[in-house]
Structures are given as structure tokens and as C-alpha cells.
């Protein structure tokens, strides 16, 4: 009895240490971290790690997919295109990229051939995130507005990833997205649109004046634009009606000037045709009859039947 309790227990341990051997027999890959995010110009790891092989010396590859197009990275024990010069290997199967840039995001795979193992290939992906602060935005504010028109001012960047968010500042002071949810501004009409870097003002006031500039951020960090300054002025009605009637008045005197000119013959053309003054002739049908006194003349008709 004491015999067959052995033979059991002995079989039970050959069979776990069959399935053992089955698992550790197929190459496994694992890392510690799928979706890495840094900051452009810093260092990154893709992590890369072999748990289980049978293969001393597996054959180790990485490839870069990004646009749809596929490219090596490390192939024949060698770093190869653009990450050349600024990657290495490390723990046997993982990279390093020093200086990483925004170039650099994309999805890398890990690729281990264990010819010793049943299952002799795996792999693994890693998307790569790199994030890139803001270049100073351009902002465009107008100079002037008059009282009670409408007035946008924008700021714009186009190279912060992921995309910025903008926050207008006047005076050093930072604006709220409604100027109706701030007690503070109850005296201004302005929207600022956090996604576009749009500030709109319905009707600016006299308290609008002032200097006013954009800051782009996001996780990568921040850029501001130089300050502007922004006028809001009277309109001078009396100034310009006077201005309408100066203009009336001027036009009507150069009507004036031009009639009078024209009545005067300023515009007839006294040009003669090189000819000298001719008396008139004689007209048909009259006869001319000398009197006795010299110079009397009379005439008669005459009819032509």
C-alpha cells in the first residue's frame, strides 16, 4: 500500500513537470510600459522584456510603423535610419532613444525569434507619444475700436502637440472664458474660445482699453505673446457732421465755379478756319438797282415763272 502512495506521487510529479517543460518552451515577450508620453528633447525606454525562452541567444529586431510605412530600427544587431547615433540597447531586447523629437511618434515593435523554442516567435507593439511644447503664438489685436463695435482678437500656434489650449490676459490679468460669469468684467461683452485662441468683443467699452496678450499651453508647456495695446474711443459725432458739411459745401462751390465758367464761354471752342471775314452774298431772286445818288441802292423783286 505504502509503495503504490509512492508510485502515484511520482507520477503526479513527472506530469507537472512535463507541463512545465511545455510552458517555458515558447518564447514570451512583456513590457513595462505600452504607451510611453515624453516630452520632445528628452530620453525615453521602449521596454522590451524576455520572461521566458529556451534560446540563449534569440535574434532580436525592431521596426517603426508610422504613415503606413514600416522601417527597421534595430536589425542585424545595428540601429538603423534616423535613429542612428541617438539609440542603444539595453537589457538585451529593449531600446533607449536619447533626444527624442516629434518625429520620433509613432508605433514600434518588438520582434524575438528563439529558434530553440516550440512557439519560436513573438512580439510586441508600443505606441510612443512625444509631446512638444508651444512656439510663441502670433496674435493680432486692433489698435483702436470706437465705443459699442464689435472687436476680434485671435492668437494662433501651430506646432504644440497635442494641440494647445489659449487664456487671453489684459493688464496682467487673466480672462474668463464668459465675461457674464465674472461680476468682475460686468461691464464688458467678450467670449474667449479656449480652442481656437478667439477673443470676441460684441460691444467694447471705454474699460476694454488696455494691453492685452495670449498664452498657448499644453502638457508640454507654454509660450506667450507679446503684449498689445488696445484703444477704445468716442465716436465725435459733432466732428463728423461737420465734416459731411465741409465736403457739401466744397462741391458746391466747384458746381458753381463750373457754371459760371461755362456761361462765360470758358468752354467754346474759338477756334477759326484760317479764313477772312466775308460779307454776305447776294440772295437769289433780288435785283439791285443804282439810283441817281451815288450809293442809294433800292431793290425789286423778281419772280422766276
Known amino acids: 500500500m505504502i509503495k503504490r502512495k509512492a508510485f502515484d506521487l511520482s507520477l503526479v510529479s513527472s506530469v507537472v ?3 512545465i517543460g511545455c510552458l517555458i518552451e515558447a518564447v514570451d515577450l512583456k513590457s513595462s510600459n505600452r504607451n ?4 520632445e528633447f528628452e530620453s525615453v525606454e521602449l521596454s522590451c522584456i524576455i520572461t521566458e525562452s529556451q534560446t540563449n541567444d534569440p535574434r532580436i529586431e525592431w521596426k517603426k510603423i508610422q504613415g503606413g510605412q514600416t522601417s527597421y530600427v534595430y536589425f542585424n544587431n545595428k540601429i538603423q535610419g534616423d535613429l542612428a547615433g541617438r539609440t542603444d540597447v539595453f537589457g538585451k531586447s529593449s531600446l533607449r532613444i536619447w533626444n527624442v523629437t516629434r518625429s520620433d511618434s509613432a508605433i514600434y515593435r518588438c520582434e524575438v525569434v528563439a529558434v530553440h523554442d516550440r512557439k519560436a516567435v513573438d512580439e510586441i507593439t508600443i505606441e510612443l507619444i512625444v509631446q512638444v511644447k508651444p512656439v510663441t503664438p502670433v496674435c493680432r489685436v486692433p489698435k483702436a475700436v470706437p465705443v459699442g463695435k464689435m472687436a476680434t ?17 489684459r493688464n496682467d490679468v487673466p480672462l474668463p472664458t464668459d465675461s457674464r460669469a465674472n461680476p468682475r468684467f460686468h461691464n464688458s461683452s467678450f467670449r474667449v ?13 471705454k474699460d476694454d482699453s488696455g494691453q492685452y496678450y495670449c498664452i498657448a499651453s499644453n502638457d508640454a508647456g507654454s509660450s506667450r505673446c507679446e503684449g498689445q495695446d488696445m484703444e477704445v474711443y468716442d465716436l465725435n459725432i459733432a466732428g463728423i457732421i461737420g465734416g459731411v458739411l465741409v465736403v457739401l459745401i466744397v462741391l458746391a462751390l466747384i458746381t458753381m465755379g463750373i457754371c459760371c465758367a461755362y456761361r462765360r464761354g470758358c468752354f467754346i471752342n474759338n477756334k477759326q478756319d484760317g479764313e477772312s471775314y466775308k460779307s454776305p452774298g447776294k440772295h437769289d431772286g433780288v435785283n439791285y438797282i443804282r439810283t441817281n445818288e ?5 431793290h425789286k423783286s423778281s419772280f422766276v415763272i
Open 153 to 169: 482678437l485671435q492668437c494662433q500656434e501651430s506646432e504644440g502637440y497635442p494641440r494647445p489650449h489659449y487664456s487671453w490676459y
Open 193 to 205: 474660445n479656449s480652442e481656437t485662441g478667439t477673443l470676441v468683443f460684441s460691444a467694447v467699452h
Open 294 to 298: 451815288e450809293g442809294d441802292f433800292r
Open 36 to 39: 510611453p508620453v515624453v516630452h
Open 17 to 19: 513537470d512535463l507541463k
